[in-house]
């Protein structure tokens, strides 16, 4: 069974940071691209950040240039998304996103809110 679960979001203040994990089961983890997406309410969903299978390769949204980082760690079947210096406007729902191909998996997200 194809499982992305996500966690490590929660209320934080402007300024801090989080550490979001999504944890992959049930396919080849490694030869697929993982995306995080957010969705801030109201609005469209959006592209946050891309690594490739292999971890080699990252892409990132301008608004979380030099703030968020991606990672993953193949041998744990995970993805992260380090957020530092988190602002109001990055508070959304966040989905993690596994594609190869023409296959997409999808977690059901974890929730930041950063307010003071």
Do not use: H
């Not at 380090?82 to 596994?98: F, G, H, I």
């Amino acid at each position: 069974q194809v499982q992305l679960v996500e966690s490590g979001g929660g209320l934080v203040q402007p300024g801090g940071s989080l550490r979001l994990s999504c944890a992959a089961s049930g396919f080849t983890f490694s030869i697929y691209m993982v995306n995080w997406y957010r969705q801030a309410p109201g609005k469209e969903r959006e592209l946050v950040a891309t690594i490739s299978g292999s971890g080699d390769s990252t892409n990132y949204a301008d608004a979380v240039k030099g703030r968020f980082t991606i990672s993953r760690d193949n041998t744990k079947n995970t993805v992260y998304l380090q957020m530092n210096s988190l602002k109001p406007e990055d508070t959304a729902m966040y989905y993690c996103n596994a594609r190869r191909l023409i296959i997409n998996y999808w977690g059901k997200g974890t929730l930041v809110t950063v307010s003071s």
